[in-house]
């Protein structure tokens, strides 16, 4: 006998042998993932399900799904090492009833079933809606970048491209000087060390004129080598190359209602997709959204109304005519029984024209009274000032006003969205996606936000009551 706890002997045959069920403890989540996939309508979701043409039965769907989810509520995203604990895992082996695919079918059914993964994770909120954890009222949307497989020396914009050409050039001319140095010298020195690099830097600049011919032909005047879908984006740091993530996160307890992955960087015409999707989710005939100033746009608070969706997003601050000591807007009032604004001269601006803006029908005020007034040189350089306003200003007027009688609504915001993405990005590690192309990419993060969900959802409710509120 020694002083440490001893574990059994291996050798040990017991009476009645334990079943792999003994393993998996009631409260264990493997318990909650397996009910809900056994009871999800596979097919009606559109999960592949023929044979393969080897004439081998091909594994269930389930099987798969089940891999998956348990792979991203564990953080094990790849397939190999999905493969390797199908084998030995045991609350995997139980999930699978001791199937163990191998990678490259674990692969192919997350390539081939994108769109049915992506349901699932809509099904996932369905139960948590049903299981009484949403609030129905109020949602935040918020977006965040994420980084895709592209390295950001293999994305190109026409700014890097050319700054890359003149580098390589300047590099062609610097080593064809010192060429010539090297010929004059007596006695003749190797050339061959200069003649190779001039060789390797030719061929770059090739490669980089087709690049260059690939990037003029692109809308979007970007190219990625490694993932063609992710684009360069701004962050609040040096930037990155990757997705823009968008998701509707419920206020009550923080769960993530809807998403879409796009590779459009800014979140300006984002808002009125997103708050509908949560709308449909959460089956409510109005809804209350609120986001920050990065997507404040008429078009899209004028989409979110018509939806009868009411939407929260503070104006953004920048005003040209206030960095320039000039009056800004907030200066002049809108009279709407006249169609005229006051200024700060007390001088009435009247609508003097229409025309078409970027698709948007504008009205154009402005006061004969300018050039004769006394404070002109505190409101304008020119000779008049000129006011546009959009034919429905009134949604943007009400959104502001909504949001004065509602101060609260950018704390909740914050206290709201705030914890999904940190947690989503420290489970993704420091790339954060794994696959390349907008498709694939957008069942990873449904994957992602489906095992978020499900955590957050038996975090506060614990294993068994889930599942009971999942079988009433
Ligand atoms: S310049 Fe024209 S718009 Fe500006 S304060 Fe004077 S009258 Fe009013």
Known sequence: MTKFIEGENRFQSTLFPESLDDYVSNESMVRVLDYFIDDLNISGLGFRTEANDTGRPPYHPRTLLKIYVY???NRIHSGRRLELEAQRNVELMWLTKRLAPDFKTILDFRKDNGEAIRLVCREFVMVCKK????????VAIDGSKFKAVNNRDKNFTRAKMKRRLREVEESIDRYMDQLAVVDEQE???????????????????????????RLHEAPDKQVSLTDPDARSMKTRGTGIVGYNVQTAVDSKH????????TNVGSDRSQLSVIAKQAKEVLGVEKLEVVADRGYYKGEELLACEEADITAYVPKPLTSGNKAKGLFDRSKFIYKPDDDEYECPAGERLTCRGTRLEKGKIMHRYYSSACPQCPIKSKCTTGTYRYFNRWEREDVMERAEARLEDNPDMMAIRRATVEHPFGTLKAWMG?????TKTLDRVSTEMSLQILAYNMKRALNIMGAKALLEAMQA
């Open 187 to 213: 006695p003749a020195e190797d050339k061959r060390p200069f003649e190779e690099k001039i060789a390797a830097l030719q061929k770059e600049m090739e490669r980089l004129k087709e690049h260059e011919v």
């Open 254 to 261: 923080h769960l993530i209602i809807a998403h879409d992955v």
């Open 131 to 138: 299981a009484g954890l949403l609030a129905d009222a109020l």
């Open 430 to 434: 420091w790339t954060h996606f794994q």
């Open 71 to 73: 792979g991203y509520l």
